[in-house]
């Protein structure tokens, strides 16, 4: 059988055994006219009242958007929520926070991929920074002990807005939402409390699991605490299309917006496998391998322990080089050694989280990586190999596991999270 997954720009094809079970998203057709629906999520919101009765003149407003890493389209939300705003609020008195979180800045180039020239011609667009502490506000402790710093900008502005789109996320349940405050304003040290070995280590902190989740639990009430006049989050389908969108009051929006995104990403298989491919999405989100431990992370939901995962990222922006990532990942001897120096630390440090995840799966399975950009000696320096065959990786993997070895394809990637059925919580 052929099958066709993501990577890059381009894709990749496949010539893979018969009877491999594809898991993909439940296909839903791209909105007919994705501006009106947006429209819509902001004058018909879920809770709360229209975006327009929330806002008054002479106002400032700070607006906060996914980074490059994140297939958000900025380019239809942001103007659809300047349109409402327009005879109400003044252009100048308008910011569009990029909530990076702990990632790079997002450089004139890719800030204009995103947003497109006139959105960034005609409104101020600022990286967020999480190390810079002269642009954070304290706003209090809340949570399980969560010492919160946010961004200044985004504290006195007088209306606040987030904007991102909703898939499942590896520990945090789902992405959009009260994320886009916390972690994506955040200060760096507000950061690593959320991501500190117990939360990332507990076994609620996972795929499609917000409450009870303590990641998810301390993501919402920062949010809640400390103020949202208005979200606004979509779902897209494998295209990276908008198939929905959802405004109004941050939670109540955030959990429609989940349900509807658990249906489509989330899928149930009869039980594990030997070998699982997947894939880190394709551009923009496997730009690099710290990136990709989410492709990892789906397989392993539902890779048998001593199985193979094959993960295809073209990592073409590398580890990165940024971030300790890269050096914290190849300072430990072996994935059980990581996992051992990460537990026993008195204090998180950056990037902790996704080594945390990746060794927790390289210790239970064997993981194979085929990238474009990161070198077999790269990759063999984080306990990863690699290949240029991914078909024959495969097959001499299924050989090894014996006449009755089951093989799974994420094409999308985290695009599409499997579960053992019964499994979800």
Same mark, same amino acid.
């Given at each position: 059988?052929?099958?066709?997954?993501?990577?890059?720009?381009?894709?990749?094809?496949?010539?893979?055994?018969?009877?491999?079970?594809?898991?993909? $998203?439940?296909?839903?057709?791209?909105?007919?006219?994705?501006?009106?629906?947006?429209?819509?999520?902001?004058?018909?919101?879920?809770?709360?009242p229209p975006l327009r009765e929330r806002v008054s003149r002479g106002q400032t407003v700070a607006i906060s958007a996914c980074d490059i890493t994140r297939p958000q389209p900025r380019e239809l939300m942001i103007p659809a929520i300047l349109d409402?705003?327009?005879?109400?609020?003044?252009?100048?008195?308008?910011?569009?926070?990029?909530?990076?979180?702990?990632?790079?800045? #997002?450089?004139?180039?890719?800030?204009?991929?995103?947003?497109? !020239?006139?959105?960034?011609?005609?409104?101020?667009?600022?990286?967020?920074?999480?190390?810079?502490?002269?642009?954070?506000?304290?706003?209090?402790?809340?949570?399980?002990?969560? $010492?919160?710093?946010? #961004?200044?900008?985004?504290?006195?502005?007088?209306?606040?807005?987030?904007?991102?789109?909703?898939? $499942?996320?590896?520990?945090?349940?789902?992405?959009?939402?009260?994320?886009?405050?916390?972690?994506?304003?955040?200060?760096?040290?507000?950061?690593?409390?959320?991501?500190?070995?117990?939360?990332?280590?507990?076994?609620?902190?996972?795929?499609?699991?917000?409450?009870? #989740?303590?990641?998810?639990?301390?993501?919402?009430?920062?949010?809640?605490?400390?103020?949202?006049?208005?979200?606004?989050?979509?779902?897209?389908?494998?295209?990276?299309?908008?198939?929905?969108?959802?405004?109004?009051?941050?939670?109540?929006?955030?959990?429609?917006?989940?349900?509807?995104?658990?249906?489509?990403?989330?899928?149930?298989?009869?039980?594990?496998?030997?070998?699982?491919?997947?894939?880190?999405?394709?551009?923009?989100? !496997?730009?690099?391998?710290?990136?990709?431990?989410?492709?990892?992370?789906?397989?392993?939901?539902?890779?048998?322990?001593?199985?193979?995962?094959?993960?295809?990222?073209?990592?073409?922006?590398?580890?990165? !080089?940024?971030?300790?990532?890269?050096?914290?990942?190849?300072?430990?001897?072996?994935?059980?050694?990581?996992?051992?120096?990460?537990?026993?630390?008195?204090?998180?440090?950056?990037?902790?989280?996704?080594?945390?995840?990746?060794?927790?799966?390289?210790? !239970?399975?064997?993981?194979?990586?085929?990238?474009?950009?990161?070198?077999?000696?790269?990759?063999?320096?984080?306990?990863?190999?690699?290949?240029?065959?991914?078909?024959?990786?495969?097959?001499?993997?299924?050989?090894?596991?014996?006449?009755?070895?089951?093989?799974?394809?994420?094409?999308?990637?985290?695009?599409?999270?499997?579960?053992?059925?019964?499994?979800?919580?």
């Amino acid at each position: 059988m052929q099958t066709r997954v993501a990577y890059g720009e381009s894709g990749l094809w496949l010539e893979l055994p018969d009877g491999a079970t594809v898991v993909t $998203p439940s296909h839903r057709q791209a909105a007919a006219d994705p501006r009106e629906t947006l429209r819509a999520a902001l004058r018909r919101p879920v809770a709360g009242p229209p975006l327009r009765e929330r806002v008054s003149r002479g106002q400032t407003v700070a607006i906060s958007a996914c980074d490059i890493t994140r297939p958000q389209p900025r380019e239809l939300m942001i103007p659809a929520i300047l349109d409402e705003l327009d005879g109400i609020v003044d252009l100048d008195d308008v910011v569009v926070l990029v909530a990076t979180g702990t990632h790079r800045a #997002n450089t004139e180039a890719e800030l204009r991929a995103m947003f497109g !020239d006139e959105v960034v011609d005609s409104v101020r667009i600022v990286n967020h920074d999480s190390r810079a502490k002269d642009t954070m506000v304290w706003r209090g402790t809340f949570g399980r002990d969560v $010492p919160v710093w946010l #961004n200044r900008e985004w504290c006195e502005a007088d209306v606040r807005i987030t904007t991102g789109f909703v898939e $499942p996320h590896f520990f945090a349940g789902f992405s959009g939402g009260p994320k886009l405050v916390a972690p994506g304003l955040a200060a760096l040290e507000t950061v690593l409390v959320l991501h500190d070995a117990a939360r990332i280590g507990d076994p609620r902190a996972t795929w499609g699991i917000t409450h009870g #989740n303590p990641v998810h639990d301390d993501v919402r009430t920062i949010a809640e605490a400390t103020g949202v006049t208005f979200a606004l989050d979509v779902v897209l389908n494998a295209d990276q299309a908008i198939v929905e969108a959802f405004g109004g009051d941050i939670l109540p929006m955030h959990e429609a917006a989940t349900a509807f995104a658990q249906d489509v990403a989330m899928q149930p298989v009869d039980d594990r496998f030997d070998v699982v491919i997947t894939t880190g999405s394709g551009y923009p989100l !496997d730009q690099n391998l710290y990136q990709s431990v989410k492709g990892m992370s789906a397989a392993y939901k539902v890779v048998r322990k001593g199985g193979m995962i094959v993960c295809a990222a073209e990592c073409r922006d590398g580890f990165p !080089d940024h971030g300790s990532y890269r050096t914290s990942l190849t300072s430990g001897a072996s994935p059980e050694e990581m996992l051992a120096e990460i537990a026993g630390r008195d204090h998180t440090v950056p990037d902790q989280w996704q080594i945390q995840i990746q060794a927790r799966i390289q210790a !239970d399975s064997r993981v194979v990586m085929h990238t474009s950009y990161l070198s077999d000696a790269d990759l063999a320096a984080a306990h990863l190999e690699q290949t240029d065959d991914i078909p024959g990786t495969v097959e001499k993997a299924l050989r090894e596991a014996g006449s009755s070895a089951r093989l799974c394809v994420l094409p999308e990637g985290p695009q599409t999270v499997p579960y053992v059925a019964g499994e979800l919580a």
